[in-house]
């Protein structure tokens, strides 16, 4: 069980990789017009400051008034892109291109003759990865569950999952249309068959069993009252379900209704001695420990005594294992780039606490114990560099890398030597490897195939300088020797937040931009955490400024060294990214060419009132506080819209079942952005119907999302995509 530099649940809320789902187009309706929605008389008093919401009535998406014009929007939208003549030939190369194998890092599950590895594969168009096991590496894979089978359009996705020591149960999450809500199941993985256990109401959890195989550990929230997709989620509780039971039976283990906002995860150690507790206020990277000496691990308690170990919330804590009652967390107290420290629980006071590896120049990103071994992942300049280290802290080999780029996952027990990492690039597809820590043997264990050639394209590095001085990194990726002539259209994307660090990757759709020209551009902003928690907060609260500083110097750094020029320079982001593309379009909008908005935090005053919104605050600051109301709304994307602007060609993107940033963010964005507009630049809303944030969106989906991002940025960019 490992919890190294954790996100909290709430900010994994708003992690998204590009933007939401989208169903096949309709024909194209040339008698549809952009709707001319009604405004009202809303307006609300913040602190003295008189601000206006006319479109409010948008935020219900079940009314009438809002269906009507979703659907109106849609006509237009799907209108539009149909009518552009290259959409169907980037569908049709990025189809071609997406049909490869790709598997995920394997997880060894279970004890002595119960071990199964566990992964899951995609044989290329599936619109779910299937989850398999096999009983050793050269053993017949076989079917764990296929989340094909559970819906006949692809939009029930499977989420977290685990398995019983003794390899009898799988308990599983599944995920419908998109929403964040999961129902647990449990599967008897010899059989087939499911339990009648059927457990609701869980967001933000997992499952951890114990080691008498009799059940596990998860969290859920109470009933939601009313709108289930935009109801506030408060007071997390953590129980223990015991398999072939049904849900009302379940002990409730840990709750705080002194403390509403509190999260909590629960987790077995390796050993199944503990019950580590994780403790989260809303996306704030301080946490607290706790934990429970669940006893025998044939015969735990799961009523006992919780002990706080770590409740002074001034630092972020991550647990990485134990050895017996010594536990090791990676931990940025006086590190803002993190270190590896052991605390005895016998004598946990922090004068006992013992450094195991210090802080270093680069970010201490994930631990691992391997075979009595330490494996530490680090963070240079955005990308990875993978050490092997003794139990006291003694390095003793760093794992070789292909290439510049970065780690996808790694998965290993403290009682076996052999380690999986999965490792990516922008050109190099994710690729797992075998890694045994007791030999330094190191072997590729799947590696996909495409109809791509990755020797036509370089990513290089480049450090610019936003507006305060700050040096920031960026990657650029292009076809070998493309010209600087200030021609090239550019797709620049970013992120900026809640200590989310963007790293290299492999895309499919990347590379169909880049096959038709396009140059593909990543800035590390500040608010993310490729330089630990200094980098962190000089992005967030009253500092959020900085973020869009750095965003827009990257693409006047992009036009002053000729890779592009303003009218060809289109710029892309989603959730926290989608309210960073909204906000520099109002403050610079003369500099982009085009934007793609998704699923944006758009309405900075109103986002605490809905779903999980309010455990941002601790990143955003709040409009209902008198201090910090005004930076704020000096950047909320919502409210800096003005009037007779001439805006570049907008699409914006979200679904109306979100119910991470509930869709009346980009409705009342919409409406507002069009409204103002003062010249001829289309803006457009893409609303899909049966979708979420964008989790476990079906492939085919994410293949028409992409066609229409491209197709749009064809037609407005004015690109001529040369064939291949």
């Known amino acids: 069980m490992t919890m190294t530099r954790p996100i909290t649940s709430a900010a994994l809320a708003l992690l998204v990789a590009a933007a939401v789902a989208a169903q096949n187009p309709p024909a194209p309706d040339t008698t549809c017009t952009l709707p001319h929605p009604r405004t009202v008389d809303q307006a609300d008093d913040y602190h003295g400051t008189v601000v206006r919401d006319p479109y409010r009535w948008l935020e219900d998406t079940d009314a009438p008034d809002t269906k009507a014009w979703v659907a109106q929007e849609n006509c237009v939208t799907f209108g539009y892109l149909a009518r552009i003549p290259e959409r169907e030939r980037i569908r049709q190369r990025l189809l071609q291109l997406w049909n490869y194998e790709r598997f995920s890092t394997p997880s060894r599950e279970g004890g002595g003759r119960a071990v199964r590895y566990v992964y899951s594969k995609n044989d290329g168009l599936q619109n779910q990865s299937v989850l398999y096991w096999q009983g050793s590496l050269d053993a017949q894979p076989q079917v764990l569950l296929d989340p094909n ?169 991550g647990f990485v294992g134990n050895d017996g009652p010594v536990f090791y ?11 590896l420290i052991a605390i005895d629980t016998r004598r946990p006071a922090k004068a006992n606490w013992r450094d195991v590896i210090p802080q270093t120049d680069a970010v201490l990103n994930n631990v691992v114990l391997v075979g009595g071994r330490i494996v530490a992942e680090y963070m240079e300049d955005a990308h990875s560099r993978l050490g092997v280290f003794a139990k006291d802290g003694r390095h003793i080999a760093d794992v070789p890398l292909p290439t510049l780029g970065a780690i996808s996952g790694i998965t290993g027990k403290p009682d076996s030597p052999e380690m999986f990492y999965g490792f990516t690039s922008f050109l190099y597809p994710n690729t797992i490897f075998r890694y045994d820590v007791a030999t330094g043997t190191n072997t590729v264990w799947r590696a996909p195939h495409l109809d791509f050639d990755p020797s036509l394209y370089e990513t290089r590095q480049v450090f610019y300088h936003s507006r305060d001085g700050t040096r920031v990194p960026m990657f650029i990726t292009a076809r070998k020797g493309v ?241 291949r």
Not at 293 to 299: A, F
Not at 533 to 548: I, R, Y
Request: glycine letters at 12%; charged letters at 20%.
């Open 329 to 339: 967390f990676v931990t940025n107290l006086d590190a803002p780039r993190y270190r």
């Open 483 to 723: 010209a600087r002539d200030s021609a090239n259209p550019v797709y620049l994307t970013a992120y900026g937040g809640f200590d989310i660090s963007i790293l290299p990757g492999f895309s499919v759709s990347n590379i169909v931009w880049m096959e038709m020209g396009g140059v593909l551009a990543t800035p590390n902003l500040r608010g993310g955490g490729e330089y630990g928690e200094n980098w962190h907060t000089a992005g967030m609260l009253e500092h959020k400024q900085n973020v869009f500083d750095d965003f827009i110097a990257s693409a006047e750094y992009l036009v002053h060294e000729g890779w592009t020029r303003p009218s060809r320079l289109s710029i892309a982001g989603g959730s926290n990214g989608g309210l960073l593309v909204g906000a520099v379009l109002n403050q610079r909008p003369d500099l982009f060419g085009a934007a793609l908005p998704a699923v944006g935090v758009m309405d900075m005053l109103r986002f605490h009132r809905f779903t999980i919104g309010w455990a941002w605050v601790t990143e955003y600051g709040s409009a209902d506080s008198v201090n910090q109301f005004p930076f704020i709304y000096r950047y909320s994307p919502l409210h800096n819209i003005h009037a007779g602007t001439r805006y570049p060609p907008t699409l914006i993107t979200t679904a109306d079942h979100d119910d991470r940033v509930v869709p009346g963010h980009s409705f009342k964005y919409a409406a507002t952005l069009q409204a103002a507009q003062a010249g001829p630049a289309p803006i457009l809303i893409r609303i899909e119907t049966r979708a979420g944030h964008g989790g476990g969106m079906p492939v085919s989906k994410q293949v028409e999302l992409a066609a229409d991002r491209y197709a749009f940025l064809v037609r407005t960019l004015d690109m001529h995509p040369p064939s």
């Open 149 to 317: 089978g559970l819906s006949t359009d692809g939009t029930v996705a499977l989420g977290a999952w685990d398995i019983s020591r003794d390899g009898r149960y799988f308990a599983y999450a599944t995920a419908a249309a998109g929403s964040d809500w999961n129902e647990f199941h449990v599967r008897e993985i010899a059989t087939g068959r499911d339990l009648p256990d059927t457990l609701r109401w869980i967001k933000f959890s997992g499952m951890s069993w114990t080691h008498d195989n009799a059940g596990f550990f998860y969290s859920r929230f109470p009933t939601p009252e009313g709108n289930a997709l935009q109801s506030i989620v408060r007071n997390q509780k953590l129980y223990y379900h015991r398999a072939g039971t049904a849900q009302g039976a379940d002990a409730l283990v840990y709750e705080r209704p002194d403390q509403p906002d509190w999260g909590f995860g629960g987790g077995v150690t390796e050993d199944g001695r503990y019950l580590m507790i994780g403790v989260s206020l809303g996306t704030d990277s301080r946490n607290r420990v706790y934990y429970m000496d669940l006893g025998s691990p044939r015969q735990p308690r799961v009523h006992g005594r919780v002990v706080p170990l770590l409740d002074a919330f001034d630092a972020s804590y």
